[in-house]
């Protein structure tokens, strides 16, 4: 079992910059993979960023491409989202989450089996 817990979201103004934080217990190790979502309110869940076990490979949406940056410390467990240049648009409930795969990255959403609770980001204009 994988348990996940997200850190680091609050408010910023528009420009400014947060670094989202996913501690991850349990088993997991580089063999899983791990992607970012958010959801912002009354809009479907989507998919933001994601990076393979070994932190080799790393995947955007286009709207956060040179803006966001995930990266992954295997010894510690932990993988982040920097996230800089924030844009109202970003504002949402994001979400990391964890599936087992030796391959690559994994993008789609329903691929994922493993879920944090979730941590606020608002970005003010």
């Known amino acids: 079992q994988v348990q996940l817990v997200e850190s680091g979201g609050g408010l910023v103004q528009a420009g400014g910059s947060l670094r989202l934080s996913c501690a991850a217990s349990g088993h997991t190790d580089s063999a899983y993979a791990v992607g970012w979502f958010r959801q912002a309110p009354g809009k479907e869940r989507e998919f933001v960023a994601a990076i393979n076990g070994p932190g080799s490979s790393t995947y955007y949406r286009d709207s956060v491409k040179g803006r966001f940056t995930i990266s992954r410390d295997n010894a510690k467990n932990t993988i982040d989202l920097q996230m800089s240049s924030l844009k109202p648009e970003d504002t949402a409930v994001y979400y990391c989450?964890?599936?087992?795969?030796?391959?690559?990255?994994?993008?789609?959403?329903?691929?994922?089996?493993?879920w944090g609770q979730g941590t606020q980001v608002t970005v003010s204009s």
């Open positions: 989450a964890a599936v087992y795969n030796r391959g690559g990255v994994v993008v789609a959403m329903t691929r994922y089996d493993y």
